[in-house]
C-alpha cells in the first residue's frame, strides 16, 4: 500500500535557525513527491515538487528538499527560519505510473512552529 | 491568472439533507480533484475528474459523488449527510492528468457542517 508518514506532529524552532521537517514514503514505482503549506482557514499552497533529477529541490518561499532514494526520505528544509513559516506543512506523493493520475496520498502533517 | 475558487465558503446542514459544493479551476486546467480534510483522519482523495470523466475514486461510500462540466467546473454532491461528513473540503486543479509531472493548486476550500 502506498504511504507517506510525517514523524513528527510539531517542530519547534527559533528564527534564524535552520529547519527540518521529516517525510518518508512508501509507493510503487518511480513517486512524483511535493511538499504543501497550510495557512490558518487557508487551502494548500504548492511549495516545491521532485519529479527526477537532482536529489536537491528548491521551492518557494527559500524552502528546498533533499530526495533521498535509498532511504525513501523527502525532507523539507530551510537554511534560516521565520515567524512567518509557522504553518502546518505536508508531504504527498503521486504515483502516476501506477494508475494514480492526479490522485496525491498526504501524510499527518507537521506543525511547525518558529518562535522569535 | 485567477486561483481555484470554490462556493460556498462555508455551509451548514442537518443530518439527512444533501449538498452540492461547487469548483471552478484556474483558467485552463482540465484536471480537478477533490479531497476531504478532518483532524481524525487527515487528507484523504474522494476522485478526479478530467475531461468530465472520473479519473480515479478513493475509499468513499457511494452517498459521494462529483462531476465536471465542459468548461472544467466541478461539483461535488453529498446525499444523506452524516455528522461524519463533517470536514474542509478541498479542491484542486491541474493542468493535465495521467503522468504528467505538473503540480496540483488547491482552492480555499469549503467549510462544511453537519448538526
Known amino acids: 500500500a502506498q504511504s507517506v508518514a510525517q514523524p513528527e506532529d510539531q517542530v519547534n524552532v527559533a528564527e534564524g535557525n535552520p529547519l527540518t521537517v521529516k517525510c518518508t514514503y512508501s509507493?510503487?514505482?518511480?513517486?512524483?513527491l511535493f511538499w504543501y503549506v497550510q495557512y490558518p482557514n487557508r487551502g494548500l499552497q504548492f511549495l516545491l515538487k521532485?519529479?527526477?533529477?537532482?536529489?536537491l529541490v528548491k521551492g518557494s518561499y527559500g524552502f528546498e528538499a533533499e530526495f533521498n532514494k535509498s532511504q525513501t526520505s523527502f525532507h523539507l528544509k530551510k537554511p534560516s527560519a521565520l515567524v512567518s513559516d509557522s504553518a502546518l506543512y505536508f508531504c504527498?506523493?503521486?504515483?502516476?505510473?501506477?494508475?494514480?493520475?492526479?490522485?496525491?496520498?498526504f501524510g499527518a502533517g507537521t506543525r511547525l512552529a518558529v518562535h522569535p | 491568472k485567477a486561483g481555484v475558487t470554490q462556493t460556498p465558503r462555508y455551509l451548514i446542514k442537518t443530518r439527512g439533507q444533501q449538498v452540492t459544493l461547487s469548483c471552478s479551476p484556474i483558467?485552463?486546467?482540465?484536471?480537478v480533484s477533490w479531497y476531504q480534510q478532518t483532524p481524525g483522519q487527515g487528507l484523504q482523495f474522494l476522485f478526479e475528474?478530467?475531461?468530465?470523466?472520473?479519473?480515479n475514486k478513493g475509499n468513499f461510500p457511494g452517498r459521494f459523488s462529483g462531476r465536471q462540466f465542459s468548461n472544467s467546473r466541478s461539483e461535488m454532491n453529498v446525499s444523506t449527510l452524516e455528522l461524519g461528513d463533517s470536514a474542509l473540503y478541498l479542491c484542486?486543479?491541474?493542468?493535465?492528468?495521467?503522468?504528467?509531472?505538473?503540480?496540483?493548486?488547491f482552492g480555499p476550500g469549503t467549510r462544511l457542517t453537519v448538526t
Open positions: 484542486a486543479s491541474s493542468l493535465v492528468s495521467g503522468e504528467s509531472s505538473y503540480e496540483q493548486y
Open positions: 509507493v510503487s514505482g518511480n513517486p512524483y
Open positions: 521532485y519529479i527526477t533529477g537532482d536529489n
Open positions: 504527498a506523493v503521486r504515483a502516476p505510473f501506477s494508475g494514480g493520475y492526479n490522485k496525491l496520498i
Open positions: 483558467s485552463g486546467h482540465r484536471s
Open positions: 475528474y478530467f475531461s468530465e470523466t472520473q479519473r
